[in-house]
């Protein structure tokens, strides 16, 4: 259990900044989720907080204690990766047991600290099986167990769960929940899975070429996210960003916007902070789910789109509306009903669902 500490961290390889100064700080038993693109920076950064890569500037503090240039055994911290890494010709017991091995560790203790694991992880029944009997959910538990029997003060993951079909994931998900719920130590796990990401995190780091973009629980990015960066990154289907003039202040400061490819006429949307200064042309976010059948709140205005293809996945359909040189627009269909493709439909959207977007970024 343990508090983690970044200060200005940065990394370059070569001239190429790749993490451009983090802060970051994290109370004891967080669960602590690095999300964003592909090449941001999110193993890189894992890879500096176990030791495994030195830091080009900035400081690493572990219960207030500096460990930038620690050795990374002496860190208190276990990696688990999306290659199993097991030792093929081991046992799952002496898989596990091996760094107690090498750190010294009596048989007998071993083999019960090998065998509390094991059962945590469910895996008392494969402990005399090599790798190759077992599943690629058990291999993975396995790699799992091998840093709990580490004692480590943090866990850090990346991508644990890639190499597992869907099914599997989700158990997995569940099983690491569980974990952490039963050990309490901090975790810092990296993901390209939205759900992962919403379902284990206390906190979520939204990263985006080597910069934090948010850091936050995953409703509050969800429900109050900064920029269009986050706004669009979180959630899926994404987020709809429909552009939008402004036409007006209203009461209260808010906005009165135009949307003309949603037959919105004017419409009073509240900024987050209701005085600033608002640009003529506005993105108006909107999520797919927020887009309703009817008008039953009392609070909604109609939206009229014209439908180019909709999607049933069986619990929830999808509807598309083309736009002139953008992605679709995308509105959950909740009505029984399939509307012909090319018809116009009427939906309903209510202000407090929308947030508004500088188009070069900012939440407004
Ligand atoms: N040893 C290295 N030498 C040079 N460049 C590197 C090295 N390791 C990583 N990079 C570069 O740093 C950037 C960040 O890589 P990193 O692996 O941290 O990304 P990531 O966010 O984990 O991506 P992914 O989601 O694909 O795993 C990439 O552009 C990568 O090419
Ligand atoms: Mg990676």
Redesign the pocket.
């Known amino acids: 259990m343990a508090e983690l500490k970044l200060s200005n961290v940065r990394k370059s ?2 001239s ?1 900044e ?1 993490i451009k100064g983090v802060d970051l700080r994290f109370g004891t038993g967080e669960f602590v989720v690095f999300v ?10 894992l890879r500096m907080i176990a030791g495994l890569e030195q830091v080009s500037s900035g400081a690493i503090e572990i219960d207030g204690i500096d460990v930038t240039n620690t050795d990374p055994s002496r860190r208190g911290i276990a990696m688990v990766f999306q290659s199993y890494a097991l030792y093929p010709h081991m046992t799952v017991e002496e898989n596990m047991g091996f760094g107690l091995e090498m750190a010294g560790i009596p048989k007998g203790e071993r083999q019960q600290i090998v065998r509390r694991a094991a059962e945590i992880l469910h895996l008392e029944p494969y402990l005399q099986r090599k790798p190759k009997a077992l599943s690629g959910g058990q291999r993975q538990r396995v790699a799992i167990g091998r840093a709990i029997v580490r004692n480590p003060k943090i866990f850090l993951f990346d ?1 644990p769960l890639s190499n597992l079909d869907a099914e599997l994931r989700v158990r997995m998900r569940l099983e690491i929940a569980k974990l952490h719920a039963t050990i309490g130590a901090t975790m810092v796990y ?1 993901t ?1 899975d939205q759900v992962e990401a919403m379902t284990l995190a206390s906190r979520i780091v939204v ?1 985006r070429a080597g910069h934090v973009e948010q850091v936050g629980a995953p409703m509050e990015l969800y429900a109050n996210p900064d920029n269009l960066f986050v706004a669009g990154f979180i959630g899926s289907p994404k987020m709809n960003f429909v552009p939008a003039t402004l036409v007006g202040r209203g009461a209260n400061g808010s906005a009165l916007v135009s949307i003309p490819s949603l037959g919105i006429a004017e419409m009073a949307i509240a900024p987050r902070n209701g005085a600033a200064d608002l640009p003529a042309g506005i993105l108006v976010g909107i999520r797919p789910e927020h887009f309703r059948s009817d008008n039953a709140a009392g609070t909604t205005i109609p939206v009229s789109l014209r439908c180019d293809v909709t999607e049933q996945l069986g619990n929830v359909s999808y509807l598309y509306s083309q736009r002139d040189g953008d992605d679709s627009l995308i509105a959950e269909w909740r009505r029984p009903d399939r509307p012909q493709a090319g018809s116009r439909v009427s939906l309903w959207i209510d202000p407090s669902d929308c947030l508004l977007f500088d188009p070069t970024g900012p939440r407004l």
């Open positions: 390889f070569g190429t790749i964003g693109p592909s090449g941001c920076g999110k193993s890189t950064l991508e990296v390209h990263l």
